[in-house]
């Protein structure tokens, strides 16, 4: 059996959260950087990966694959390591639940646009856009909410350790933990303070941090 190999740029939420659960197995793989900047992404190379011309694809001995769902789920089922699905129907269901939150509700209010507003175009000399930051707050809030209730008194949102919703969610809420509204946000939810800082402290989440300069 080959390693597998995951493509696409390491800033991205998405990669990242495969990278997450591949490490989190303690499965050795390739990763082929993709300059999506440089348009690399819509070459006729990796649109024989991903005709729509996204991030993650992904291939383990000829089987290609894309969407960062089934990516994940294949390589916790795929793979040797630690168990990152529950098995238990409703942590399972659970689990779904709260990656559809993030991919649905988080990613579209703590991604863009406040990290984008806050984080990537000040980097390109640009003023942030504080009307758009502000129309976002409420559904990022909701968001974050529903984390925290999903959480509980539990230490992770599905389950006894960390999962693919966690992994899920950990690319999205590090970027938003580097923006100003964060520490807002957080002071109404501290349980899931709490989860990041054990989130934050797994080897995984320091090794796939991106550089981002």
Same mark, same amino acid.
Request: glycine share 6%.
């Given at each position: 059996?080959?390693?597998?190999?995951?493509?696409?740029? +390491?800033?991205?939420?998405?990669?990242?959260?495969?990278?997450?659960?591949?490490?989190?197995?303690? $499965?050795?793989?390739? !990763?082929?950087? /993709?300059?999506?900047?440089?348009?690399?992404?819509?070459?006729?190379?990796?649109?024989?990966?991903?005709?729509?011309?996204?991030?993650?694809?992904?291939?383990?001995?000829? !089987?290609?694959?894309?969407?960062?769902?089934?990516?994940?789920?294949?390589?916790?089922?795929?793979?040797? #390591?630690?168990?990152?699905?529950?098995?238990?129907?409703? =942590?399972?269901?659970?689990?779904?639940? *709260?990656?559809? /939150?993030?991919?649905?509700?988080?990613?579209?209010?703590?991604?863009?646009? /406040?990290?984008?507003?806050?984080?990537? &175009?000040?980097?390109?000399?640009?003023?942030?856009?504080?009307? *758009?930051? *502000?129309?976002?707050?409420? $559904? *990022?809030?909701?968001?974050? +909410? =529903?984390?925290?209730?999903?959480?509980?008194?539990?230490?992770?949102?599905? #389950?006894?350790?960390?999962?693919?919703?966690?992994?899920?969610?950990?690319? /999205?809420?590090?970027? !938003?933990?580097?923006?100003? &509204?964060?520490?807002?946000?957080?002071?109404?939810?501290?349980?899931?303070?709490?989860?990041? &800082?054990?989130?934050?402290?797994?080897?995984?989440?320091?090794?796939?941090?991106?550089?981002?300069?």
């Amino acid at each position: 059996m080959t390693d597998p190999i995951l493509y696409g740029p +390491a800033y991205s939420t998405y990669v990242r959260s495969c990278r997450l659960a591949l490490e989190e197995k303690g $499965q050795v793989y390739d !990763f082929v950087e /993709i300059d999506m900047f440089g348009g690399a992404h819509k070459e006729p190379d990796f649109l024989a990966r991903h005709p729509f011309g996204k991030v993650p694809a992904f291939e383990h001995d000829g !089987f290609p694959l894309y969407e960062t769902g089934a990516i994940l789920r294949y390589v916790d089922e795929v793979f040797a #390591g630690p168990r990152l699905q529950p098995e238990d129907a409703h =942590a399972r269901a659970r689990m779904n639940q *709260a990656i559809s /939150i993030a991919d649905n509700y988080a990613y579209t209010s703590l991604i863009f646009p /406040i990290v984008i507003e806050r984080l990537v &175009e000040p980097s390109s000399d640009n003023t942030p856009d504080e009307a *758009a930051i *502000a129309d976002a707050l409420p $559904q *990022a809030r909701t968001a974050l +909410a =529903a984390f925290a209730s999903l959480l509980g008194d539990r230490d992770f949102l599905a #389950g006894e350790a960390p999962g693919l919703a966690d992994l899920h969610l950990v690319p /999205i809420y590090d970027y !938003f933990a580097q923006t100003p &509204e964060c520490e807002t946000l957080l002071a109404e939810v501290p349980t899931l303070r709490r989860w990041w &800082e054990r989130m934050s402290a797994r080897p995984s989440v320091a090794k796939t941090r991106p550089d981002t300069g």
